[in-house]
């Protein structure tokens, strides 16, 4: 049996994505910037995009610039804050996303910026009185803050982050590339100024993603040329990406109860049948319904003598999870996120993540794959 559980490091192409890209692909191959029919004809293609994803987000098209993904995106929002709206300093936490991280931390060592880290619990949940501390003691911050954390799930409130940092005039970036498509988000009424996707989170192609900017914020790109995305981001746009990522987008709305309501059932499952069969199993970050992102399972493994070969078996078995962030999978450093909350070195981390198209025949093959590689000791 082959078992996908990584869906946070990426999610397979769904084929009504493939379909929507694929007359693109054939026919509609003239330059978007070409005045000529053909330029025209993927104009449009892009602009009805726009629409669409706008129209879900309930923003408008103009605030929708699309980029190369979620990192791209991450870094316009900060580095054209510091360089075009004055911010001097930036607050994010240990248990962001290096395109967060690395960005805040790259200004800093470049003298561009004071960076202040927010602290979080041994869950990952951002301490908000000191978060306002940071607000009152500093001018005109930036807050980069992620909707969901990729390693262990754990969620902030947009709401309650973006009233704090209307309070004290700050600009509120968040990082949504894992709620965005899994969560609804309702941009005519979150304080926001900036959220990011990427469309290979939410079963669209990889490489193409977007930024979203509130039209009360005036950046200049962060990556000059030419004209396209209305002076925004210079270079020939990725038409079939941008078309396949509405579509993406437009089907993970339609099917978004369904996949809430399923794929929070299965996560429950495997909590409950993993602490029915593993003696001492535990989880990391919270795994409280609402509070946590429902298509990824953090979970803390009792210490083992042969931590490392736990992931190795479970390839071996056809199971696909990662540990901890695939996103630096294959450099083997510990997980900055583990790191953060302070969980216990000596307990293997595994980090099994979700999507529609998992089944509770996958989670019992799994565990009793897990229960064999604990019973003879891994
Ligand atoms: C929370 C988060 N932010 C940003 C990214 C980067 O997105 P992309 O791979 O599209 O550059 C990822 C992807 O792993 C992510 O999980």
Same mark, same amino acid.
């Not at 804050?81 to 470049?110: F, N, Q, Y």
């Not at 930036?142 to 990729?150: D, G, I, K, W």
């Not at 996707?197 to 669209?204: I, L, M, P, Q, S």
């Given at each position: 049996?082959?078992?996908?559980?990584?869906?946070?490091?990426?999610?397979?192409?769904?084929?009504?994505?493939?379909?929507?890209?694929?007359?693109?692909?054939?026919?509609?191959?003239?330059?978007?910037?070409?005045?000529?029919?053909?330029?025209?004809?993927?104009?449009?293609?892009?602009?009805?995009?726009?629409?669409?994803?706008?129209?879900? $987000?309930?923003? *408008?098209?103009? @605030? /929708?610039?699309?980029?190369?993904?979620? !990192? &791209?995106?991450?870094?316009?929002?900060?580095?054209?804050?510091?360089?075009?709206?004055?911010?001097?300093?930036?607050?994010?936490?240990?248990?962001?996303?290096?395109?967060?991280?690395?960005?805040?931390?790259?200004?800093?060592?470049?003298?561009?910026?004071?960076?202040?880290?927010?602290?979080?619990?041994?869950?990952?949940?951002?301490?908000?009185?000191?978060?306002?501390?940071?607000?009152?003691?500093?001018?005109?911050?930036?807050?980069? $803050?992620?909707? *969901?954390?990729? @390693? /262990?799930?754990?969620?902030?409130?947009? !709401? &309650?982050?973006?009233?704090?940092?209307?309070?004290?005039?700050?600009?509120?970036?968040?990082?949504?590339?894992?709620?965005?498509?899994?969560?609804?988000?309702?941009?005519?009424?979150?304080?926001?100024?900036?959220?990011?996707?990427?469309?290979?989170?939410?079963?669209?192609?990889?490489?193409?993603?977007?930024?979203?900017?509130?039209?009360?914020?005036?950046?200049?790109?962060?990556?000059?040329?030419?004209?396209?995305?209305?002076?925004?981001?210079?270079?020939?746009?990725?038409?079939?990406?941008?078309?396949?990522?509405?579509?993406?987008?437009?089907?993970?709305?339609?099917?978004?109860?369904?996949?809430?309501?399923?794929?929070?059932?299965?996560?429950?499952?495997?909590?409950?049948?993993?602490?029915?069969?593993?003696?001492?199993?535990?989880?990391?970050?919270?795994?409280?319904?609402?509070?946590?992102?429902?298509?990824?399972?953090?979970?803390?493994?009792?210490?083992?003598?042969?931590?490392?070969?736990?992931?190795?078996?479970?390839?071996?078995?056809?199971?696909?999870?990662?540990?901890?962030?695939?996103?630096?999978?294959?450099?083997?450093?510990?997980?900055?996120?583990?790191?953060?909350?302070?969980?216990?070195?000596?307990?293997?981390?595994?980090?099994?993540?979700?999507?529609?198209?998992?089944?509770?025949?996958?989670?019992?093959?799994?565990?009793?794959?897990?229960?064999?590689?604990?019973?003879?000791?891994?």
């Amino acid at each position: 049996m082959k078992v996908y559980f990584d869906n946070a490091a990426t999610t397979p192409v769904i084929p009504e994505v493939i379909e929507a890209m694929i007359p693109v692909l054939q026919h509609q191959f003239g330059n978007p910037s070409s005045i000529h029919a053909y330029g025209r004809e993927t104009r449009a293609a892009i602009e009805g995009a726009r629409k669409k994803v706008a129209s879900l $987000l309930k923003a *408008a098209p103009a @605030e /929708i610039f699309f980029t190369s993904g979620g !990192t &791209e995106a991450d870094n316009m929002a900060i580095r054209c804050s510091v360089h075009d709206l004055g911010i001097r300093h930036i607050i994010t936490s240990p248990a962001e996303h290096h395109a967060v991280l690395h960005t805040a931390e790259d200004m800093m060592h470049r003298g561009e910026i004071k960076l202040s880290l927010v602290n979080v619990d041994n869950q990952g949940h951002i301490d908000l009185k000191h978060l306002e501390e940071l607000l009152k003691e500093n001018d005109r911050s930036l807050v980069s $803050l992620m909707h *969901a954390n990729n @390693e /262990i799930g754990t969620m902030i409130s947009l !709401t &309650e982050v973006g009233e704090l940092c209307r309070k004290y005039d700050a600009l509120f970036h968040s990082d949504t590339v894992q709620t965005l498509g899994h969560f609804p988000h309702d941009l005519s009424t979150l304080k926001v100024d900036f959220i990011t996707g990427a469309a290979h989170k939410f079963h669209g192609p990889k490489g193409v993603g977007f930024l979203y900017i509130n039209h009360r914020v005036k950046i200049k790109p962060l990556i000059t040329g030419g004209a396209q995305e209305r002076n925004m981001r210079g270079g020939t746009e990725n038409v079939y990406g941008i078309v396949g990522l509405a579509k993406a987008l437009e089907i993970s709305y339609e099917r978004m109860d369904a996949d809430i309501k399923n794929v929070t059932t299965l996560k429950q499952y495997m909590i409950d049948q993993l602490r029915a069969e593993i003696p001492g199993v535990e989880f990391n970050g919270d795994v409280e319904e609402g509070k946590s992102l429902y298509t990824v399972l953090n979970v803390s493994f009792p210490p083992t003598e042969n931590a490392e070969m736990l992931l190795f078996n479970l390839d071996i078995a056809g199971i696909a999870c990662s540990a901890g962030s695939a996103c630096s999978s294959g450099t083997n450093v510990g997980s900055h996120v583990l790191g953060a909350i302070n969980a216990p070195a000596d307990r293997p981390a595994i980090r099994f993540s979700f999507s529609r198209y998992n089944t509770r025949k996958e989670v019992d093959y799994c565990i009793s794959k897990v229960k064999e590689l604990f019973l003879v000791k891994v």
